[in-house]
């Protein structure tokens, strides 16, 4: 009886300690999944933080461009060859940037991109842009670049320059240019003609191609350096 008595005894305590056991695995098992749902919500918000566009002014250089990965003579691109020396002018000035999209899409052809390039010049039309523009009230300084299109901005810069003229007409305004053989073109007599009390200080041009640009950085850094804006 007593020998009967031990062993139940025995048992009792090993039920006891798997029970023991089994909760607290299942504990641990539970605070681990709560801690990777909170660290996964963490890293969400912050990469949310981090990808925001900051266009407060808290910087008074704006960099502001039209950039084309498709329907370029060297296309399709990673990045646009006017995107890429709008980033060198940004990072040296520590500028914010805005991008000027189009509502409707350029074609993905290079000729047929050229020849709607034409008839909105001749129609001196205005393109509409499908974000948001900039309030560019804190801005002093501002570079405005694109390819030249028949020896001019785009007319859907045109577009912003209009959109703008009432905040742009005293600012400090900097034309820059990727070309296929026409330099700045017209771009910075245009920005003289339209905003006679601005500004305008001397621009910046290299061609559209694609080893050309991304060996740009010195040669962007020297012609900031020439007409004063750096930081």
Do not use: C
């Not at 912050?46 to 003579?73: A, C, E, H, I, P």
């Not at 523009?133 to 045109?158: A, H, N, Q």
């Not at 700045?184 to 080893?211: H, W």
Request: proline share 4%; no cysteine; glycine share 6%.
């Amino acid at each position: 009886m007593k020998r009967r008595q031990i062993i139940f005894g025995i048992g009792l305590v090993a039920i006891l300690a798997a029970l023991f056991t089994w909760n607290f695995s299942r504990g641990n098992r539970t605070s681990t999944t709560n801690t990777n749902s909170s660290s996964s919500q963490t890293t969400t918000a912050s990469t949310s933080l981090q990808t925001d566009k900051d266009l407060s002014g808290d910087n008074d250089v704006l960099v502001v461009y039209f950039s084309r990965t498709k329907g370029v003579s060297d296309g399709p691109l990673k990045t646009g060859h006017t995107k890429v020396i709008a980033d060198h002018i940004a990072k040296a000035t520590k500028a914010d940037e805005y991008e000027i999209v189009p509502q409707k899409p350029y074609p993905d052809d290079y000729e047929e991109t050229a020849d709607q390039a034409r008839e909105e010049q001749e129609e001196d039309a205005r393109p509409a842009i499908a974000n948001d523009l900039p309030d560019i009230s804190g801005y002093e300084t501002i570079f405005i670049g694109s390819p030249v299109w028949w020896s001019e901005y785009p007319m859907i810069v045109r577009t912003f320059l209009d959109a703008e003229a009432e905040e742009l007409a005293d600012k400090t305004l900097i034309p820059f240019t990727t070309h296929l053989g026409s330099g700045l073109g017209n771009t910075q007599e245009q920005l003289e003609s339209q905003f006679p009390n601005a500004k305008v200080l001397d621009g910046f041009s290299i061609r559209g191609e694609e080893e050309t640009v991304k060996n740009a950085k010195n040669e962007v850094n020297d012609w900031l350096k020439e007409i004063g804006v750096t930081n």
